[in-house]
């Protein structure tokens, strides 16, 4: 399988901190990717480098065969990379489907409405934003609150907004930085499904950062573990399960698979 996402010897140093320190790891298209780790282990400060947020220190990331450092968050969105932030970034004041419609960016412009365009007598614009809005509203069940204030619905909602939005802007590749903080059972096992169905119904290729190692071992095809900036394990679920250095430094307080 191809690669869609490649970093290679990736290290960000912050005064005298290597946050991340010659990290390398591959994503192939279509993969779902966990990164995990303690508290201050540099998952973070790695997505920041992949989305364009921050610059590295050192080393090369290359998403689709394009360069990503040096460019700046709307450029790397540009190439297809989407996401969500470790605390939630919605604009609270807007209702969700604002907030949706707000994130259709000139990528999803580029990509979907010439396409419809050259339809003789069919949609403008506009319209094809509002189609997009409706199916997505639809697929991530907020059509019941499409015309609430983002701020003031539940949290799981808020992070199921938050999803919706990196995914209208048709992205290949979407990165969630905990995306099951802070919410009830009832609320991560929907995200699980969701999670899912990002890779089965929109065919995106997931990177996921996450405490919950139920929601991680059963979700990830693939586990790199980060501690202190450093790269100590990566493989399967089941690998990483059994990896000695990996349950020292983070697994070892049981994992409930
Ligand atoms: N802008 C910054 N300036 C200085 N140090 C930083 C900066 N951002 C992060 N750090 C430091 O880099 C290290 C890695 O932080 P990072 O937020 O990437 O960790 P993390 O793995 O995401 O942790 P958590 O699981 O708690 O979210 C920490 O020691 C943090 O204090
Ligand atoms: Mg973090």
Do not use: C
Not at 194 to 210: D, K, W
Not at 214 to 220: D, E, I, K, P, Q
């Amino acid at each position: 399988m191809s690669d869609l996402l490649t970093v290679s010897h990736v290290t960000k140093r912050f005064g005298g901190l290597d946050a991340v320190s010659d990290v390398s790891l591959h994503v192939a298209k279509g993969e779902i990717v966990a990164l995990i780790g303690p508290n201050g282990a540099g998952k973070t400060t790695l997505f920041n480098m992949l989305t364009g947020v921050i610059q590295p220190t050192s080393g090369e990331i290359t998403f689709a065969g394009t360069a990503v450092p040096g460019k700046k968050p709307a450029t790397v969105a540009k190439l297809g990379i989407a996401r969500t932030f470790q605390n939630i970034r919605l604009f609270a004041q807007l209702s969700v489907r604002d907030n949706l419609q707000a994130a259709m960016t000139h990528r999803y412009v580029e990509h979907f409405v010439p396409i419809v365009l050259r339809l003789p007598s069919f949609y403008r614009q506009e319209q094809v934003a509002t189609e997009w809005t409706d199916q997505l509203l639809t697929a991530f069940d907020l059509t019941d609150v499409a015309d609430m204030d983002a701020g003031n619905l539940p949290y799981g909602t808020q992070r199921r907004v938050e999803i919706a939005r990196a995914v209208a802007t048709a992205p290949e590749m979407i990165f969630l930085d905990e995306p099951a903080a802070g919410m009830n059972p009832e609320e991560t096992a929907a995200l699980r499904t969701l999670i899912q169905r990002l890779q089965s119904e929109f065919h995106l290729t997931v990177g996921l950062i996450e405490h919950d190692m139920t929601l991680v071992m059963s979700l990830a095809e693939r586990i790199y573990v980060l501690d202190h900036g450093k790269l100590i394990g990566s493989g399967t679920p089941a690998e990483i399960q059994q990896d000695s250095a990996v349950v020292a430094a983070y697994l070892g307080g049981g994992v409930h698979a």
